[in-house]
Structures are given as C-alpha cells and as structure tokens.
Nanobody, 127 residues
Framework: VQLQASGGGLVKAGDSLRLSCVATDRALVSYVMGWFREGPGKEREFVSAIGWSHEETYYSDSVKGRFIISRDNVKNTLYLQMNSLQLGDTAVYRC?????????????????????WGQGTQVTVSS
C-alpha cells in the first residue's frame, strides 16, 4: 500500500496541528494504521495506532491525552490530531500500515510490526 503523509509545519508550543495520511492504491480498511516519529538524534518512536474502528486505539504515554488518532475508511485517510504541542514533539512523523489485526499495544508499538511506510512530514514546535 502506498501511503502519503501531509500536514506538518512550524508551530508554537501549545498550538495544534493535524496530520493526514492517504492510502493511494489500496483500501485502508484492510490495515491497522500507526504513526511513528523520529526526533533529532532519536530513534523511531511509536506515537499511536488504530484498529479497524475508533474503539481500538493505542497511544504512547508521551502523547496520551494530547493526540487523537482517527481514520476515515471511506476517504482512505488516517489522521493524527495533535493538541498542546510541546518542544519535544518536534520530529519527522511517518504513517505506517500493517495487515495484522488484534496485535495489541506492545505489538503495534514496534516499528518492525508495520510493513508499509509513508514518507515523513516534518513537525517543528518552537517556543
């Protein structure tokens, strides 16, 4: 599946931003979707994942309560609403897809669990 992420930008601490990820060649409904990020000098870090419906969502502790993941299976689009952005949220954000359902939080927290990756979109949070 081909994934295209967008929506990044330069914002101030406390601002909000919404990222989008569009699947261009296959139905998103066939995949569990996730967001990961790579901060300056840091390894790829799990941010959030969502199953087929909004009843199954997973978040890292660092974004829980601030970020909201959602998906529109009709529009074939994954979203990440990022609120109360902090300096530590500065990173390249990448969306990913895996055909494995019912994996659980620990499984989806691992980048190796995802088979398909979109290009990154840069999010920069300034003070």
């Amino acid at each position: 599946v081909q994934l295209q992420a967008s929506g990044g930008g330069l914002v101030k601490a406390g601002d909000s931003l919404r990222l989008s990820c569009v699947a261009t060649d296959r139905a998103l409904v066939s995949y569990v979707m996730g967001w990961f990020r790579e901060g300056p000098g840091k390894e790829r870090e799990f941010v959030s994942a969502i199953g087929w419906s909004h009843e199954e969502t997973y978040y890292s502790d660092s974004v829980k309560g601030r970020f909201i993941i959602s998906r529109d299976n009709v529009k074939n689009t994954l979203y990440l609403q990022m609120n109360s952005l902090q300096l530590g949220d500065t990173a390249v954000y990448r969306c990913a897809a895996t055909p494995v359902f019912n994996g659980g939080h620990d499984y989806y927290s691992e980048p190796s669990s995802f088979n398909y990756w979109g290009q990154g979109t840069q999010v920069t949070v300034s003070s």
